[in-house]
Structures are given as structure tokens and as C-alpha cells.
């Protein structure tokens, strides 16, 4: 089993990721600016409060671990559809090279259906709200994907759908055929079971696939 550092693991898909990390016997250094609220208590998890923007934070949250689950998010409100992001390319541009001189090859990259080269294969409602709501954040996770697919690391750069609080099934898809990339819903609990998969397998490596149920 691994060690795994998963970063913005307070909320949402990173508390979920922490949940079934150590489910699957991994052992978990969770870091999040909250950390000490994650509302767990495991033999297997770490517990790091640290901001994914300090450079020697992150450095530190590295020391002996295997592979890094990034799953940062943002607050949805006015901030966000108003002003540029930049919190998805920042940390990612201190990450990978914190990676690379630690000798740290695994990186698993959460950013959504959208980033990227996905962007343009939503339908017609889908690419209006995109471009009303979603434009700034995912803005800044094109630049975050550049980051990660022009690093040295073994990399699996997931791109969930629209997201749902719905439980963990185990039943969706994994497109990783750009013909086949489309909108669709899936649950926080299934996008965070893909990502504890991809820390032993190298089925999805260097792929960016979207993941809908």
C-alpha cells in the first residue's frame, strides 16, 4: 500500500479521496489550510494544515510519500465568476517541480470536464453556463493542465462531470476517446473513487479522461 499526500483534502472530492484512500489500506497525509477539521480519525491518517500556495509547505508535505492526489477547489460565488483564478495554476506550478526534486512520480490532477482540450464537446446550454459561470476557474485549469502534461511525472490528469452528492456506485463511465468526451453527471464519491484507483495503476497514465456516470 502507498503513502499518499492528498492536497485540499478538507471538503468535497479531497475529503471523499481521504475516505476511501484509507479504505483501500493506503496510508493518508491529508493537507488542507482546515486540516484540522477533517472530521476522521484513522491509525493510517496525517492530519497537515498547510496552504497549497506555500511553496515551503508543500515541500514539507512531501517528505515520504509515494504519489500526490490533487483535488482543489474553489468556493462557487460571486469571487468566482467575476475575478481571474489563479489558486488551480499557482499551487500546481509549486507542486510539480516540489515533486520532481523530491523524486516523487505519481501525481493524480483533479480538474473537470471543460479544462483543456474537453472544452469545446459540451452541448449548447452546457457551453452558455460554462462561459456565464465557470470561465475563470476553468481558465486557470487550462494553465494548470499544461503545467502537470509538460512535467517529468507520471501523471493522470481526471476530468469529472458535473458534480453530484450522490453515494459512491462504482457504475461510470471513463471516457478517454475524445469522440467521446460529453456532459453528464456524476457523484463527488465515484470521481474520488477513480482517483484512489489511479494510485497503483498506470492504466489511465499520462491520459486525460472524463469521467460521467
Not at 36 to 39: F, H, K, S, T, V
Not at 197 to 200: E, H, L, P, S
Given at each position: 500500500m502507498a503513502h499518499v499526500l492528498i492536497i485540499g483534502a478538507s471538503r468535497g472530492i479531497g475529503l471523499e479521496t481521504v475516505k476511501q484512500a484509507l479504505m483501500a489500506g493506503h496510508r493518508v497525509r491529508a493537507m488542507a489550510r482546515s486540516a484540522?477539521?477533517?472530521?476522521l480519525d484513522?491509525?493510517?491518517l496525517e492530519t497537515r494544515?498547510?496552504?497549497a500556495l506555500d511553496a515551503e509547505a508543500v515541500r514539507e508535505s512531501l517528505d515520504g510519500v509515494d504519489a500526490v492526489v490533487q483535488a482543489l477547489g474553489v468556493a462557487a460565488g460571486p469571487d468566482m465568476i467575476l475575478k481571474p483564478v489563479r489558486l488551480f495554476s499557482d499551487?500546481?506550478?509549486i507542486l510539480v517541480p516540489a515533486m520532481e526534486a523530491a523524486g516523487i512520480r505519481r501525481l493524480i490532477c483533479l480538474t473537470g470536464f471543460g479544462a483543456g482540450d474537453s472544452r469545446d464537446h459540451g452541448n449548447i446550454l452546457y457551453l452558455v453556463a460554462f462561459n456565464l459561470f465557470l470561465r475563470h476557474a476553468y481558465n486557470d485549469k487550462d494553465v494548470q493542465e499544461i503545467i502537470v502534461r509538460r512535467s517529468t511525472l507520471d501523471w493522470v490528469?481526471?476530468?469529472p462531470g458535473i458534480l453530484t452528492n450522490g453515494p459512491k456506485t462504482g457504475d461510470?463511465?471513463?471516457l478517454g476517446d475524445p469522440s467521446e468526451w460529453r456532459t453528464g453527471f456524476i457523484s463527488r464519491a465515484d470521481v474520488a473513487d477513480f482517483l484512489v484507483?489511479?494510485?497503483?495503476s498506470?492504466?489511465?497514465l499520462r491520459k486525460t479522461p472524463v469521467l460521467i456516470s
Open positions: 484540522d477539521a477533517i472530521p484513522h491509525a493510517d494544515a498547510g496552504d499551487s500546481t506550478a490528469i481526471a476530468r461510470y463511465r471513463i484507483r489511479q494510485i497503483d498506470d492504466e489511465w
